[in-house]
T-cell receptor, first 112, second 116 residues
Framework: EAGVVQSPRYKIIEKKQPVAFWCNPISGHNTLYWYLQNLGQGPELLIRYENEEAVDDSQLPKDRFSAERLKGVDSTLKIQPAELGDSAVYLCASSSFEDEQFFGPGTRLTVL | AQSVAQPEDQVNVAEGNPLTVKCTYS??????LFWYVQYPNRGLQFLLKYITGDNLVKGSYGFEAEFNKSQTSFHLKKPSALVSDSALYFCAVRDPATSGTYKYIFGTGTRLKVLA
C-alpha cells in the first residue's frame, strides 16, 4: 500500500512569491490534515478535511494561506505571498476516523 | 482547554537500559492518546494508541505505553533501548468528540538519545 505522497520535497523561494504544496493521501482515508512543523517542534494543525469539507481551519492564516481538497482525495495548500516566517516543514497526513494518522515526508520550505 | 505536555526536551539513556518518555494530558472526557516517532528528515510514524480497554498498550518496535487516568499520563516505555531508537518522539491527544468537531493536539516533542 502506497503511503501519503507529498511534493515537492524541498522548495526555495523569494519572499512575496507564491508557493503551492500537493498531497495525495492513502486510498480510502477520508480525513486529511495539513500541519506546519518548525525545527524541533511538534506539528501544528493548519487545516483538517473530512472528505472535501474543511471542518477545522481555525489555525489557517487565511489572509495568505488557502487550501482545497477537490473530490475529497488530493489536496493543495497554497501560500501567497510567502513571508520569511513561513519557512518550515509542511506535513500532510491522512487517517480513517478515530485511527492513527499516516504522515507524508513533508515539504521543506525556505523563504529567502 | 485541551492540552498535552511533554516535560522533557531530551532524554538520554544507555543502550540496553529501560527508557521512559513522559506525557501528560488535559482533555474533557475520555481521551484518545497516541505516540509518534520522527527520524531525521522524515515524517512522523505511528507507534501506538490508546482508545479504550487495557491500560497497557503495546506498539511497534517493542514500545509500550501505560494509560493512567488518575495521573492523566500516557508515558512511553521500552524495556531495553537500542541506539536505533534515537529519534524525536511526540505524544498526541484527541478528544472523544464526534467527527467534525474533535481536536487533535501534538506535544512539543522529546528527543531520545540512546548512547552505545
Amino acid at each position: 500500500e502506497a503511503g501519503v505522497v507529498q511534493s515537492p520535497r524541498y522548495k526555495i523561494i523569494e519572499k512575496k512569491q507564491p508557493v503551492a504544496f500537493w498531497c495525495n493521501p492513502i486510498s480510502g482515508h477520508n480525513t486529511l490534515y495539513w500541519y506546519l512543523q518548525n525545527l524541533g517542534q511538534g506539528p501544528e494543525l493548519l487545516i483538517r478535511y473530512e472528505n472535501e469539507e474543511a471542518v477545522d481551519d481555525s489555525q489557517l492564516p487565511k489572509d495568505r494561506f488557502s487550501a482545497e481538497r477537490l473530490k475529497g482525495v488530493d489536496s493543495t495548500l497554497k501560500i501567497q505571498p510567502a513571508e520569511l516566517g513561513d519557512s518550515a516543514v509542511y506535513l500532510c497526513a491522512s487517517s480513517s476516523f478515530e485511527d492513527e494518522q499516516f504522515f507524508g515526508p513533508g515539504t521543506r520550505l525556505t523563504v529567502l | 482547554a485541551q492540552s498535552v505536555a511533554q516535560p522533557e526536551d531530551q532524554v538520554n539513556v544507555a543502550e540496553g537500559n529501560p527508557l521512559t518518555v513522559k506525557c501528560t494530558y488535559s482533555v474533557s472526557g475520555n481521551p484518545y492518546l497516541f505516540w509518534y516517532v520522527q527520524y531525521p528528515n522524515r515524517g512522523l510514524q505511528f507507534l501506538l494508541k490508546y482508545i479504550t480497554g487495557d491500560n497497557l498498550v503495546k506498539g511497534s518496535y517493542g514500545f509500550e505505553a501505560e494509560f493512567n487516568k488518575s495521573q492523566t499520563s500516557f508515558h512511553l516505555k521500552k524495556p531495553s533501548a537500542l541506539v536505533s531508537d534515537s529519534a524525536l518522539y511526540f505524544c498526541a491527544v484527541r478528544d472523544p468528540a464526534t467527527s467534525g468537531t474533535y481536536k487533535y493536539i501534538f506535544g512539543t516533542g522529546t528527543r531520545l538519545k540512546v548512547l552505545a
